[in-house]
């Protein structure tokens, strides 16, 4: 995990891949729960044996399952010391590029795009998230994503 120190260090890693996280693993588990969370039952996520018998042979994620994983990549690749909050402030692009077969593993490449004042004590920085599947030639979400820290040392 990176730890930066100041705004200033986060600013200075504008246009450069900041991190790369490990690898997690997507069970059938985490499927269904977020069926039952977003009411999302279609068969293709949570019906193995149809599933199997579908166009990927398996149970796939819900693309919106593997964009909610970005708050976990975030967390586990950097902090900001001092930053008393941290929040979603958006996304302004989306992209589900290729599927994710339960088992799949999956991380996340984060390249920082662009990083700007966010009153009254903070910064807004936007990423570019590629979330890559474990042997896949493509990744299987891109997302440029926004997020806003506050309270840590300029």
Not at 9 to 32: F, L, M, P, R, Y
Not at 82 to 92: H, P, Q
Request: with cysteine.
């Amino acid at each position: 995990m990176k730890t930066f120190q100041t705004y200033s260090e986060v600013a200075a890693c504008v246009g450069s891949e900041v991190a790369v996280t490990d690898w997690i693993t997507i069970t059938q588990a985490q499927i269904d729960l977020f069926a039952e969370a977003t009411g999302d039952h279609q068969w293709i996520h949570v019906d193995p044996e149809r599933a199997a018998q579908g166009p990927f042979g398996a149970p796939i994620a819900h693309g919106f399952l593997t964009l909610s994983l970005i708050p976990r990549f975030f967390e586990s690749a950097f902090s900001i010391a001092g930053a008393r909050m941290g929040v979603n402030y958006g996304l302004n692009r989306v992209r589900f590029t290729s599927p994710v077969p339960v088992g799949s593993r999956l991380r996340a490449r984060l390249t920082l795009q662009a990083c700007e004042p966010a009153a009254p004590d903070g910064i807004q920085m936007t990423w570019l998230v590629a979330i890559e599947r474990e042997g896949a030639d493509k990744p299987a979400c891109v997302a440029e994503s926004l997020t806003r820290n506050y309270g840590a040392a300029p």
